[in-house]
């Protein structure tokens, strides 16, 4: 099973931009499925995702601007970003963790930046 994030690119200060990530299988019935982001010389950190429950967390920072849908028959998970800010800009990625085990896939990331 893989991960497959697109959308990514350079975008001014309060544009937006959609993210997508496909699983390769049949696995969002068994995963909670999110996106991180990495800045450079930063941590990887949440920015969005799905619970057990079916809601959605957000990170503080991009509360009330980004938003996590998902499309269970496209096996697709996306990162609407609206009014973005310099700060966004990071190296995205894909998550999905497996409900039981807690495991985590990755994609390959995808750049976002934004210029100020």
């Known amino acids: 099973v893989q991960l497959q994030a697109s959308g990514g690119g350079l975008v001014q200060a309060g544009g937006s931009l959609r993210l997508s990530c496909v699983a390769s299988g049949s696995i969002v019935h068994l995963v909670n499925m999110g996106w991180y982001r990495q800045a450079p010389g930063k941590q990887r950190e949440l920015v969005a995702a799905?619970?057990?429950?079916?809601?959605?967390n957000y990170a503080d920072p991009v509360k009330g601007r980004f938003t996590i849908s998902r499309d269970d028959a496209k096996n697709t998970v996306y990162l609407q970003m609206n009014s973005l800010k310099s700060e966004d800009t990071a190296v995205y990625y894909c998550?999905?963790?497996?409900?039981?085990?807690?495991?985590?896939?990755w994609g390959q990331g995808t750049q976002v930046t934004v210029s100020s």
């Open positions: 799905f619970t057990s429950g079916g809601s959605r």
């Open positions: 998550n999905a963790r497996f409900r039981i085990s807690e495991y985590d896939l």
